[in-house]
């Protein structure tokens, strides 16, 4: 990747959720704003930026899903449920997200963004799961047999009780421009069963063959951990290799 490990990171704590479109927008705003600014020719508009915030109930569509036929079925499902339907405009498949998650938008200009594009889903992938380990989470990188929204480089808890259970906690996903990159994660602490009887209901008008019990949260597996811990856990790993400045 092209930031020196000493560069600065801009940490943004967003309060409070915008809403779960205006979320979405909001990311690819400051991902455009990684083009040069006319006033200060050389100088990008949104520098290197931490963006993390709790958002509302959101099932996040992935373009494939929005062409199945059973995709109106599945928006209504996810708003009996009190999720907002959103069609996101990264891969995937849907994944459903809720204030008892912690989304990490990660913003960076880079001329050079698509070229180390798989190495992004490595290396955060990687930097989330220490971050988890260090909560006391026995997380993993990888997917895992009939998970939801399949990945390569999703992120993974098992239970220390039961070494078969396993559920997917953290989903990812990236967008580049000719001028940067943002690399979004979604990770599920709290309330897993919501998102599991949410996505049971989803995936099951999409017609998509999924194990309803790969859907949960860190809780479910490892009582007591909370959010507040998680984020404070995912700064403490950025901060190994970037120096992090608040944004008041």
């Known amino acids: 990747m ?15 959720s915008l809403g779960a479109e205006q979320d979405l927008d909001r990311a690819l705003q400051l991902l455009q704003g990684t083009q040069q600014d006319e006033r200060h ?11 993390m ?14 062409r199945l036929p059973g995709f109106e079925a599945a928006a209504a499902a996810a708003r009996d449920h009190g999720f907002e339907p959103l069609i996101r405009r990264a891969g995937g498949r849907a994944a459903a997200y809720h204030p008892g998650s912690l989304v990490i938008d990660h913003i960076e200009p880079d001329t050079h963004a698509i070229a180390a594009s798989r190495d992004r889903f ?11 380990r260090s909560c006391g989470v026995d997380a993993r990188l990888g997917p895992i047999p009939h998970e939801y929204c399949v990945g390569e480089h999703s992120v993974h808890a098992v239970s220390p009780a039961e070494r078969d259970v396993r ?10 421009i000719r001028t940067g ?13 919501t998102i599991r009887h949410v996505l049971t209901d989803v995936y ?6 999924w194990d309803p019990l790969t859907a949960g949260a860190l809780d479910m597996v490892s ?6 811990a998680v984020e404070a856990a995912v700064l403490q790993e950025y901060s190994r290799s970037r120096t992090l400045r608040d944004l008041p």
């Open 2 to 16: 092209s930031a020196h490990p000493a560069e600065e990171l801009l940490v943004h704590r967003q309060r409070h």
């Open 41 to 51: 020719p050389g100088t990008p508009v949104t520098p290197p930026m931490l963006r």
């Open 53 to 66: 915030y709790r958002p509302v109930p959101t099932v996040a569509f992935g373009q494939r899903d929005a």
């Open 122 to 132: 490595v290396r955060f992938g990687q930097l989330i799961t220490h971050a988890l």
């Open 167 to 176: 559920i997917k906690v953290v989903g990812t996903a990236q967008r580049v």
């Open 181 to 193: 990159w943002l690399f979004s994660s979604a990770i599920i602490v709290e309330d897993g069963r």
């Open 204 to 209: 099951s008008a999409l017609g998509l063959t």
């Open 223 to 228: 009582p007591g951990v909370t959010l507040d």
